[in-house]
């Protein structure tokens, strides 16, 4: 992209009035995406997207400023812009390069560009054939492919140059089922830090079977029931749990402002013994995975509970350097047009050792959770949702029936501490989490692990339910 | 940057290239914002971006393609690239581009102040957000943000059929998300606004707001499962409103994926209930002479008293069922093509004050937070979402409520709504007043 030199100079304008660290952050990203709806290949989209953004830090403030122009003389003028934005008095540095060598961790072995598109269109086509040829209850399915190259540059005054090539692809199927005026959706999806052997692992058409076939039992299912009961999630469910209830309390930023439950508890136990939580960005291929974060900081797994106990903090370089803590390599953005945040990677609970089986065996009565939708968390109380995109009815032990229209809301470190068994079978989910109107591609994952209790709302109101008696419909409306 | 004359190259590269008919669109933008902590400045982001989307039609087959360099060869890369996405598309008649058509050009959308007004002031007003939460109560003790923000945009269009526009904008906000605490217990709260006038921006309002917000919540406690009468505050009815945005375009409708298909000149909800798009909405963050497409903007009542009167199209969904397009065609950025969706969005407001509205219920609960809305379903209408807000005994706020859950289904919602209030508030392009919903399901311990 540029030269050593060059970077220099530009570092050494952003930092020529004040200021402890400046980098710059340079991105080409290109991009393809294949929509089939409606029995049509609707969308066939390509785009390319560069950019550069640059960054002086003086204490605790931060000036960025970013621009699509990469030419040496835009750049400069805008280090010189975010110059005029750093405080206090100007250091005596000099800026020498090198180029960090770390060796990827894993390779891609078929990369999207050197696909032809037509190709990537027909495992579009065959998905949407296979989905639609299910049932004739079927009334529309999106298969939607995407790929993108995203190569990255991070040079900053401590004298680093981290280069990085982001490669991941994704397959997602939503299908949707009616039967008389109801309508059911279903959805899957797959996607890894993968060229096209991404469809080696998954098979695309298997992908469209499990969505259309999650329509088609939420057809079948009833109304879930309300209020609280025992929940088992299943290790295939996905981790959006332990993302809202855990993951996004153990970003620093978040903990340093006191928004998080889990500020400031390092040591103490935060759940139950059989809890162990980890980060880890370094998972060959993962979804979430990359070998230097957006802030050129080699990629890492952190532990951040283990059995019960806090261990750390997920940080990117301003956090740590508040804390005067090492950053842990989890400082991501979404692209140049954003300032790096401590984000999670992959973020899953550990694998206990009960058999996934006797977990159901030993609920006498809950909710069984075999696939979970989105969720979210406000961090500060620790109240989380998520939603359950695939649900069952446990009875004496056994699943009888599909629940629908379920969200399951708790309290992180309360649901924590309720864990009572996790299972050997630790599954992961990729998705996109939000935070600060930016998005970071993740995975989340956890074995079958079951919760003493949760709030379950569903549409649902049991008959022995005392509260609901007790309520009478009063004609408020009318004035009196 | 003359980026007219770069999209009509665009399309003369497009054309000669071999495209039937093409359609670019340029669109350049610089941002500033600020945020504030403890009075000081703690990130200043300056932005300027620019790039094209090109559309090309070969034979009804549609290809896109995008590009943040806008140098010549990167023009050709890109047309190039979006007849190559063409090729491998499905042919469909009614993939046509809008003739040129008349538009007013009597809209206000460009604010002299906001580019004016030196950095220096723009902070004070961040500061101001910060200094009125912290004022409001004393057990405000954090603020994760208070920040300014202003955004200023140019948009060229041009297409093949000899459509050409191009329009500027800007607008200005605050926004305020603070922490109150007392005894170990945190709730946090939030407050924006978004305005195409610098002068009118209420920063002190929205800091007390965010204040009032999170000091209000402290204590809060949850709610034993029952079915009583609902509230929700005008962001949380935007957002139930936002519900169902989807369902009221007509490519929802032509997908089997609406709500209200096949609907049209039925009451579909409430006849409290009166919702309106308007792409020329005085003041509106949306407003635009043209849509996305080029088309000129609108005002579309979609929702009359309960009675479902029309559908937003863009220019396909029009073509496939031989109507007018509304100037509906939205585009979030140049990375995308015009897909159908809402400008300035709304519920008309009623008569009464909030007071009014509330005083009649005798117990209640006035939502003012819901969690996981992004998780309901805009095809079927079920939602289930976590709700916090305050309980309502004999028509007054009593004490904080949190940990409940609501779940239902969007349409049975909006069919139970028996009055709203006057106070309609936009959220940037969405907006509702205060809504009353007869009687609800709620869970909790």
Known sequence: ?480 | MNTLEIARQAVEIAQKLGSKATEAYILHSKALSIEVNNQEVETLKLAEISGVGIKTILDGRLGFAYSSALDRSSLEEVVGQSLANAKETTPDEYNVLPEPGKYQEDLDLYDQRIGEVPVEEKIEQARLVERSAREYDPRVKRVRKASYQDSEYYVSLVNSLGLESSYRGNYCGVGAFVVAEDQGEVQTGWSMDINRKYDQLQAAKAGREAGEKAAIMLGATTVGSQRVPIVFDPYVATEFLDLMSNGLTAEAVQKGKSLFAGNLGQQVVSSALTIIDDGRLENGIDSAPVDGEGVPTSRNVLIAEGVLQKFLYNTYTAKKEGVKSTGNGIRCSFKGSAEVGTTNFFIQPGVVSLEELLAPIEKGFYVTEVMGMHTANPISGDFSLGASGIWIEKGQKTKPVRGVAIAGNILELMENVDLVANDLRFFGSTGAPTVRIKGMSISGA
């Open chain 1, 1 to 480: 992209m540029l030269e050593k030199a060059q970077l220099e100079e530009i570092l050494n304008i952003a930092l020529s009035k004040a200021g402890d660290f400046a980098d710059i952050y340079l991105e080409k990203k290109k991009v393809n995406g294949v929509v089939c709806e409606e029995n049509k290949l609707e969308r066939v989209v390509s785009g390319y997207d560069v950019g550069a953004g640059i960054r002086v830090v003086s204490g605790e403030a931060t000036a960025y400023a970013y621009t699509n122009d990469l030419s040496l003389a835009s750049l400069k003028e805008v280090a010189k812009v975010v110059s005029q934005g750093a405080k206090g008095s100007k250091k005596d540095l000099t800026i020498d390069l090198r180029k960090l060598d770390n060796p990827p961790f894993f390779s891609i072995k078929e990369r999207p560009e050197e696909v032809k598109m037509e190709d990537k269109a027909k495992l579009v086509k065959e998905a949407n054939e296979v989905a639609r040829s299910i049932d004739q209850r079927v009334k529309q399915v999106t298969v939607s492919y995407a790929d993108s190259v995203q190569q990255v540059l991070i040079a900053n005054s401590e004298g680093s140059i981290a280069e990085d090539e982001r490669i991941r692809t994704r397959f997602v199927v939503n299908s949707i089922a009616a039967q008389g005026k109801d309508m059911q959706t279903g959805f899957e999806s797959a996607g890894a830090a993968m060229g096209m052997e991404l469809f080696e692992l998954f098979d695309p058409k298997e992908i469209a079977t499990l969505a259309t076939k999650r329509a088609l039992l939420m057809l079948e299912a009833k109304a879930a029931p309300s209020g609280k009961m025992p929940v088992v999630l299943a290790g295939e469910a996905g981790g959006t749990m332990i993302h809202e209830a855990c993951g996004h309390g153990m970003e620093a930023d978040l903990a340093q402002k006191g928004l998080s439950v889990y500020a400031n508890k390092k040591g103490e136990q935060v759940a139950s013994s059989v809890v162990t939580v980890i980060d880890d960005a370094t998972m060959a291929n993962y979804y979430g995975s990359y070998l230097y974060d957006d802030e050129g900081v080699k990629s890492q797994k952190t532990t951040l509970i283990e059995k019960g106990e806090l261990k750390g903090y997920l940080y990117d370089r301003l956090t740590a350097t508040q804390e005067k803590a090492q950053p842990t390599g989890n400082g991501r953005r979404e692209s140049f047009q954003h300032r790096p945040l401590p984000r999670m990677s992959n973020t899953y609970l550990a694998a206990g050792e009960t058999d996934p089986e006797e977990i159901i065996r030993q609920t006498k009565k809950g909710i069984l959770v075999k696939r979970m939708g989105g969720g979210q968390v406000n961090t500060a109380n620790g109240d989380y949702m998520f939603e359950v995109s695939e649900g069952y009815l446990i009875e004496n032990g056994e699943i009888t029936r599909p629940v629908r229209g379920a969200t399951l809301t708790g309290n992180g470190p309360e649901t924590l501490k309720l864990v009572e068994m996790v299972g050997n079978d630790v599954g992961f989910k990729i998705g996109t989490c939000g935070k600060d109107g930016q998005g970071a591609p993740v995975t989340s994952g956890q074995p079958t692990m079951s919760i003493k209790e949760l709030i379950v709302g569903g549409q649902e109101i049991e008959d022995e339910n005392p509260a609901w008696r007790e309520v009478s419909l009063r004609p408020y409306w009318k004035r009196k």
